[in-house]
């Protein structure tokens, strides 16, 4: 029973180039939660995805970054034109549905994106 | 949903019990506390929640006070391992955001 799976790991980009970071969410989880965590900091929210749906996305910056989660295949958090400042680790997190009673999410390990 | 406070660090003694607390005086009917730790560079870990009633698992209890105003997760036997920042967050059911705050940094010494 695979948790949550985040791919790649690491990845490095120069600045302007795009970064595209997958996570598969658990078996039987369709509600999927992105989070960055910069250096030395705390998570911070950044959008909330269903099956085909964005449901909340807050946190996210209004320019450069895009998230999806399509009927089939993983959650893509994309970020375009890269700058250091995107230098951080990604979370992604998946929890089961929502009207069911509640659960605590289950997060992946994260993608590093390094910037240079 | 509610804030939460906490602590921003405390210190255990390995095998001792680690009580960390959590205010959450604005914490409204429908609101579940949740707590989760993040190991250094991990990935957070979901470790209990509650909403009323206290709530023991293989990891922890929680404690909530009968006025629901704070709440303790205690750690019964705490090791090297369970360093970490922990979050204590409350938020209504169903699927909404979780927010994380700065947590409580524990160490736990040997």
Known sequence: NAGVMQNPRHLVRRRGQEARLRCSPMKGHSHVYWYRQLPEEGLKFMVYLQKENIIDESGMPKERFSAEFPKEGPSILRIQQVVRGDSAAYFCASSPLATEANYGYTFGSGTRLTVV | ?110
């Open chain 2, 1 to 110: 949903d509610a804030k939460t406070t906490q602590p921003p660090s405390m210190d255990c003694a390995e095998g001792r019990a680690a009580n960390l607390p959590c205010n959450h005086s604005t914490i409204s009917g429908n609101e579940y506390v949740y707590w989760y730790r993040q190991i250094h560079s991990q990935g957070p870990q979901y470790i209990i929640h509650g909403l009323k009633n206290n709530e023991t698992n293989e990891m922890a209890s929680l404690i909530i006070t009968e006025d629901r105003k704070s709440s303790t997760l205690i750690l019964p036997h705490a090791t090297l391992r369970d360093t970490a920042v922990y979050y204590c967050i409350v938020k209504r059911s169903g699927g909404f955001k979780t927010i994380f705050g700065a947590g409580t940094r524990l160490f736990v010494k040997a």
